[in-house]
Protein backbone atom coordinates (compact mmCIF):
# COMPACT_ATOMS: atom_id res chain seq x y z
CA UNK A 1 0.00 0.00 0.00
CA UNK A 2 2.58 2.39 0.63
CA UNK A 3 4.30 1.71 -2.62
CA UNK A 4 1.56 2.60 -4.63
CA UNK A 5 1.41 5.64 -2.59
CA UNK A 6 5.00 6.43 -3.19
CA UNK A 7 4.47 5.50 -7.20
CA UNK A 8 1.48 8.17 -7.18
CA UNK A 9 3.62 11.27 -5.50
CA UNK A 10 7.00 10.18 -7.58
CA UNK A 11 7.82 10.80 -11.15
CA UNK A 12 7.40 6.87 -12.62
CA UNK A 13 11.48 6.81 -13.76
CA UNK A 14 11.37 3.86 -15.81
CA UNK A 15 15.44 4.53 -16.03
CA UNK A 16 15.09 8.26 -16.02
CA UNK A 17 17.31 10.29 -13.07
CA UNK A 18 15.49 12.14 -10.60
CA UNK A 19 16.34 14.29 -7.69
CA UNK A 20 14.39 11.62 -5.36
CA UNK A 21 16.61 8.39 -3.99
CA UNK A 22 14.03 5.53 -3.20
CA UNK A 23 15.11 3.32 -0.41
CA UNK A 24 13.52 0.12 0.12
CA UNK A 25 14.18 -3.44 2.77
CA UNK A 26 13.11 -6.37 2.79
CA UNK A 27 12.17 -8.25 5.82
CA UNK A 28 11.90 -11.46 7.78
CA UNK A 29 9.06 -14.18 6.92
CA UNK A 30 6.74 -14.21 9.91
CA UNK A 31 7.50 -17.33 11.57
CA UNK A 32 10.19 -18.78 9.73
CA UNK A 33 12.33 -15.83 9.63
CA UNK A 34 14.27 -17.00 7.14
CA UNK A 35 15.69 -14.65 4.64
CA UNK A 36 16.95 -16.35 1.29
CA UNK A 37 17.74 -16.12 -1.61
CA UNK A 38 14.29 -16.68 -2.97
CA UNK A 39 12.59 -14.72 -0.48
CA UNK A 40 14.80 -11.66 -0.84
CA UNK A 41 14.06 -11.40 -4.88
CA UNK A 42 10.21 -12.24 -4.22
CA UNK A 43 10.32 -9.25 -2.04
CA UNK A 44 11.88 -6.55 -4.30
CA UNK A 45 9.80 -7.84 -7.27
CA UNK A 46 6.93 -7.21 -4.90
CA UNK A 47 8.45 -3.81 -4.45
CA UNK A 48 9.10 -2.73 -7.44
CA UNK A 49 5.92 -3.97 -8.80
CA UNK A 50 4.09 -1.95 -6.40
CA UNK A 51 6.36 1.20 -6.48
CA UNK A 52 6.04 0.88 -10.56
CA UNK A 53 9.70 0.99 -10.94
CA UNK A 54 12.45 -0.61 -12.35
CA UNK A 55 14.83 -0.04 -9.22
CA UNK A 56 15.31 1.34 -5.95
CA UNK A 57 18.37 3.25 -5.39
CA UNK A 58 19.07 1.64 -1.95
CA UNK A 59 18.07 -1.52 -0.60
CA UNK A 60 17.79 -2.68 3.09
CA UNK A 61 18.22 -5.93 4.81
CA UNK A 62 15.57 -5.02 7.59
CA UNK A 63 17.10 -6.62 10.44
CA UNK A 64 19.52 -9.68 10.59
CA UNK A 65 18.43 -12.97 10.38
CA UNK A 66 20.12 -15.49 12.40
CA UNK A 67 19.04 -18.53 9.94
CA UNK A 68 20.67 -17.08 6.81
CA UNK A 69 24.57 -16.30 6.50
CA UNK A 70 25.74 -12.69 5.65
CA UNK A 71 27.38 -13.68 2.86
CA UNK A 72 24.23 -15.37 1.13
CA UNK A 73 22.34 -12.21 1.57
CA UNK A 74 25.52 -10.62 0.08
CA UNK A 75 25.63 -12.81 -2.44
CA UNK A 76 21.94 -12.09 -3.40
CA UNK A 77 21.82 -8.36 -3.20
CA UNK A 78 25.06 -8.90 -5.77
CA UNK A 79 22.84 -10.57 -8.15
CA UNK A 80 20.06 -7.68 -7.75
CA UNK A 81 22.81 -5.11 -8.58
CA UNK A 82 23.95 -6.86 -11.41
CA UNK A 83 20.65 -7.20 -13.22
CA UNK A 84 19.55 -3.68 -12.04
CA UNK A 85 16.49 -4.01 -9.55
CA UNK A 86 19.11 -2.58 -6.81
CA UNK A 87 21.65 -0.04 -7.96
CA UNK A 88 22.93 -0.74 -3.52
CA UNK A 89 22.37 -2.30 -0.37
CA UNK A 90 22.48 -1.66 3.58
CA UNK A 91 21.68 -3.20 6.40
CA UNK A 92 19.39 -2.60 9.11
CA UNK A 93 20.71 -3.18 12.96
CA UNK A 94 23.75 -4.32 11.88
CA UNK A 95 26.73 -5.79 14.54
CA UNK A 96 30.37 -5.42 13.00
CA UNK A 97 31.16 -8.98 12.63
CA UNK A 98 27.99 -9.18 10.14
CA UNK A 99 28.78 -5.75 8.48
CA UNK A 100 32.24 -7.21 7.89
CA UNK A 101 31.34 -10.76 6.46
CA UNK A 102 28.76 -9.24 4.21
CA UNK A 103 30.89 -6.50 2.94
CA UNK A 104 33.81 -8.83 1.58
CA UNK A 105 31.30 -10.44 -0.45
CA UNK A 106 29.15 -6.97 -2.06
CA UNK A 107 29.90 -3.89 -0.75
CA UNK A 108 27.49 -2.29 1.55
CA UNK A 109 26.81 1.30 0.77
CA UNK A 110 24.99 1.89 4.10
CA UNK A 111 23.79 0.72 7.82
CA UNK A 112 20.71 1.66 9.63
CA UNK A 113 20.73 2.18 13.27
CA UNK A 114 19.01 3.57 15.76
CA UNK A 115 21.07 6.68 16.87
CA UNK A 116 20.04 9.58 19.37
CA UNK A 117 22.09 11.84 22.06
CA UNK A 118 20.21 9.28 24.19
CA UNK A 119 21.02 6.15 22.32
CA UNK A 120 24.79 5.84 21.25
CA UNK A 121 25.65 2.31 21.60
CA UNK A 122 26.44 2.10 17.97
CA UNK A 123 29.52 4.77 18.13
CA UNK A 124 31.71 2.14 18.32
CA UNK A 125 31.07 1.35 14.51
CA UNK A 126 32.30 4.92 13.50
CA UNK A 127 35.66 3.86 12.90
CA UNK A 128 34.57 0.63 10.89
CA UNK A 129 31.85 2.46 8.66
CA UNK A 130 34.80 4.87 8.04
CA UNK A 131 37.39 2.43 7.33
CA UNK A 132 34.89 0.62 5.20
CA UNK A 133 33.16 3.94 3.76
CA UNK A 134 29.99 2.98 4.86
CA UNK A 135 27.10 5.65 5.60
CA UNK A 136 25.11 4.91 8.82
CA UNK A 137 21.83 6.20 8.37
CA UNK A 138 20.75 7.12 12.32
CA UNK A 139 16.77 6.12 13.28
CA UNK A 140 15.02 7.42 15.60
CA UNK A 141 17.20 10.74 15.83
CA UNK A 142 14.89 12.19 17.97
CA UNK A 143 14.31 9.51 20.66
CA UNK A 144 11.20 8.77 19.17
CA UNK A 145 10.00 12.51 19.94
CA UNK A 146 11.52 12.78 23.25
CA UNK A 147 14.21 15.23 21.96
CA UNK A 148 11.98 17.17 20.39
CA UNK A 149 10.39 18.15 24.22
CA UNK A 150 7.63 18.25 22.99
CA UNK A 151 6.31 15.57 25.77
CA UNK A 152 6.81 16.24 28.96
CA UNK A 153 5.67 13.58 32.35
CA UNK A 154 2.39 12.42 32.66
CA UNK A 155 1.78 12.11 29.19
CA UNK A 156 -0.66 9.57 28.10
CA UNK A 157 -0.50 7.97 24.73
CA UNK A 158 -3.33 5.89 23.16
CA UNK A 159 -2.98 1.70 23.31
CA UNK A 160 -2.22 1.77 19.21
CA UNK A 161 0.70 4.19 20.17
CA UNK A 162 3.84 2.45 21.10
CA UNK A 163 5.66 5.65 22.82
CA UNK A 164 3.18 4.43 25.88
CA UNK A 165 5.49 1.29 26.48
CA UNK A 166 8.87 3.15 26.28
CA UNK A 167 10.97 3.62 28.74
CA UNK A 168 12.03 7.76 28.39
CA UNK A 169 7.99 8.85 28.35
CA UNK A 170 7.81 6.89 31.92
CA UNK A 171 7.61 9.30 34.99
CA UNK A 172 11.35 7.78 35.07
CA UNK A 173 12.27 8.43 32.18
CA UNK A 174 11.46 12.11 32.48
CA UNK A 175 13.03 12.33 35.29
CA UNK A 176 16.42 10.84 34.49
CA UNK A 177 16.57 13.15 31.05
CA UNK A 178 15.35 16.08 32.55
CA UNK A 179 19.02 17.57 32.95
CA UNK A 180 19.66 17.00 29.00
CA UNK A 181 16.33 18.52 27.77
CA UNK A 182 16.84 21.36 30.00
CA UNK A 183 20.51 22.00 27.90
CA UNK A 184 18.99 21.13 24.57
CA UNK A 185 15.77 23.76 25.29
CA UNK A 186 18.36 26.24 26.71
CA UNK A 187 20.88 25.83 23.90
CA UNK A 188 17.72 26.13 21.41
CA UNK A 189 16.44 29.47 22.89
CA UNK A 190 20.00 30.85 22.11
CA UNK A 191 20.01 29.88 18.69
CA UNK A 192 16.42 31.08 18.14
CA UNK A 193 16.09 26.77 17.03
CA UNK A 194 13.64 23.92 18.07
CA UNK A 195 14.89 20.98 20.50
CA UNK A 196 14.33 19.05 17.75
CA UNK A 197 17.01 21.06 15.41
CA UNK A 198 19.29 21.39 18.21
CA UNK A 199 19.67 17.55 18.40
CA UNK A 200 19.73 17.39 14.31
CA UNK A 201 22.02 19.79 14.20
CA UNK A 202 24.67 17.82 17.43
CA UNK A 203 24.24 14.55 15.12
CA UNK A 204 25.02 15.95 11.56
CA UNK A 205 28.56 16.64 13.31
CA UNK A 206 29.13 13.92 14.82
CA UNK A 207 30.30 11.72 11.92
CA UNK A 208 31.05 12.79 8.31
CA UNK A 209 28.67 9.96 7.17
CA UNK A 210 25.62 9.90 9.51
CA UNK A 211 22.48 10.80 7.71
CA UNK A 212 19.24 11.28 9.85
CA UNK A 213 15.96 10.26 9.21
CA UNK A 214 13.28 11.94 11.34
CA UNK A 215 9.86 11.12 11.15
CA UNK A 216 6.59 11.63 12.31
CA UNK A 217 2.49 10.40 11.53
CA UNK A 218 2.12 14.28 12.12
CA UNK A 219 2.15 16.20 8.71
CA UNK A 220 2.78 19.65 10.30
CA UNK A 221 5.64 18.79 13.11
CA UNK A 222 7.67 17.07 9.44
CA UNK A 223 7.19 20.75 8.11
CA UNK A 224 7.61 22.71 11.15
CA UNK A 225 11.39 20.45 11.20
CA UNK A 226 12.49 20.84 7.58
CA UNK A 227 11.20 24.79 7.53
CA UNK A 228 13.90 27.09 6.82
CA UNK A 229 13.36 30.53 8.27
CA UNK A 230 16.17 32.56 6.61
CA UNK A 231 15.53 35.78 9.32
CA UNK A 232 16.49 34.02 12.34
CA UNK A 233 18.24 30.75 11.43
CA UNK A 234 16.26 28.75 12.23
CA UNK A 235 17.30 25.16 10.92
CA UNK A 236 19.29 22.29 10.21
CA UNK A 237 21.45 23.12 7.32
CA UNK A 238 25.49 23.60 7.96
CA UNK A 239 25.68 26.39 5.63
CA UNK A 240 23.39 28.61 7.58
CA UNK A 241 25.26 30.23 10.47
CA UNK A 242 22.74 29.99 13.66
CA UNK A 243 23.06 26.21 13.80
CA UNK A 244 26.75 25.96 12.15
CA UNK A 245 27.40 27.78 15.49
CA UNK A 246 27.40 24.33 17.01
CA UNK A 247 30.64 22.97 15.10
CA UNK A 248 33.86 23.13 16.52
CA UNK A 249 34.24 24.28 20.03
CA UNK A 250 29.98 24.70 20.22
CA UNK A 251 30.01 21.49 19.48
CA UNK A 252 32.87 20.21 21.95
CA UNK A 253 30.81 21.50 24.91
CA UNK A 254 27.58 20.31 23.96
CA UNK A 255 28.74 17.13 23.89
CA UNK A 256 31.13 17.46 27.09
CA UNK A 257 28.09 18.75 29.01
CA UNK A 258 25.83 15.46 27.77
CA UNK A 259 28.55 13.43 28.83
CA UNK A 260 28.06 15.00 32.17
CA UNK A 261 24.87 14.33 31.92
CA UNK A 262 25.60 10.57 31.62
Not at 59 to 70: A, F, G, L, S, V
Amino acid sequence: HGGRQVAQSSQHRNGNETDVGIAGKHIHQRHTHHTGQQHIENMINTSLANLGMDYVDLYYQHRIDPKTEPEEVAETMGELIKEGKIRSWGISETTEEYLRRANAVTPVTAIENRYSMMARWHEKLFPVLEELQIGYVAFSPLANGFLSDAFHKGETFGDDDYRKVMPQYSDEGFEANRELLALIRCLASEKQATPAQISLAWMLHKYPNVVPIPGSKNKNRIIILNKMDLDNKANINEEHIMISALNGEGIKELENKILELA
